[in-house]
């Protein structure tokens, strides 16, 4: 994905408030002396000047540890403690998404902690990110998702030169999963479909009633109960797909490519995230802010 770089320590205001659902998403890097890094999510201000911190994230490369905790009426709580599961020197990816009783947070796409909340999810305002860390990509965005999901797109809204980018998680005990982007006709264009129970994924089209030829080459690059990010990139000839900012491959269009009207999710995935961006003149697009 196409990144930039983001000055190191991190402030922002929150341009709206949290919903339950919502996901911040922290991709970066550390360097081999790497000691700790932060993340907090404050009120008020994004800083420690006595305001509550409704989440404080510490990853500890010196004490091999990832810490929880929140600081409350003008006191940190319990910590609680883990095993570290990010190495220094190597690019991570975390995310902690927003619920109404809880942050469920991951690292590299898998749940690590469910962190009850001792602050308000109401009263997040800012966040902060400190220590020794370089980052490149730092967004909000989501909510919660029906499944089956079907929503219409804009006639213009994915066009060639276009991606549309999915954020989901396989249930743990998936069998498959799909994903169709459809005519105004019901046709349709792609249908991409993980099938965990056969260990590849089809790609067809479904034109005037009649299914096409499948194409499965491949491993299946999706894994039970671990995150993905799915985009697919409409060219002028064919839809370009990477899972996790690798190409997986590419499906020649069978119908015109300026003629998606609609798109449906089913199977069994939760889904955090929908959005169509413009698509990146490098490999893969970088998602901008979420719906």
């Not at 922290?26 to 509550?52: M, Q, V, Y």
Request: aromatic residues 10%; contains cysteine.
């Amino acid at each position: 994905m196409a990144e930039k770089t983001y000055n190191v320590p991190y402030r922002s205001k929150l341009t709206e408030k949290i919903e339950p659902g919502q996901t911040l998403i922290i991709r970066g890097n550390t360097n081999e002396d790497a000691k700790r890094f932060n993340i907090n999510l404050h009120k008020d201000s994004p800083d420690f000047s006595g305001s509550d911190v409704p989440l404080h994230v510490s990853v500890r490369f010196d004490e091999g540890k990832l810490v929880f905790n929140a600081f409350n009426k003008s006191a940190w709580g319990k910590e609680l403690r883990q095993k570290l599961t990010i190495k220094k020197g190597e690019p991570f990816d975390i995310r902690i998404r927003a619920h109404d009783s809880k942050f469920t947070v991951y690292i590299n796409r898998r749940e690590v902690k469910a962190f009850t909340h001792r602050v308000p999810l109401a009263h997040v305002t800012h966040l902060s990110i400190d220590g020794d860390v370089s980052l490149n990509h730092v967004q909000w965005g989501g909510k919660y998702y029906p499944v089956p999901y079907e929503s219409g797109v804009a006639t213009d809204a994915f066009l060639p030169g276009k991606t549309l980018v999915l954020y989901g998680t396989p249930e743990k005990k998936a069998k498959r999963w799909n994903l169709n982007l459809l005519k105004k006709n019901g046709d349709i264009a792609l249908h991409f479909n993980p099938r965990f129970d056969e260990k590849c994924v089809i790609r067809n089209s479904l034109i005037s009633g009649e299914w096409g030829n499948e194409e499965r080459e491949g491993k299946n690059p999706f894994e039970k109960g671990v995150g993905f990010d799915l985009e697919i990139k409409n060219d002028q000839f064919a839809f370009q797909v990477y899972v996790n900012g690798e190409h997986f491959c590419s499906y020649a269009h069978r119908v015109g490519p300026t003629e998606i009207a609609g798109l449906q999710i089913q199977g069994d995935l939760e889904l955090t995230g929908i959005q169509i961006v413009d698509s990146a003149p490098s490999p893969a697009a970088a998602p901008a802010e979420g719906q």
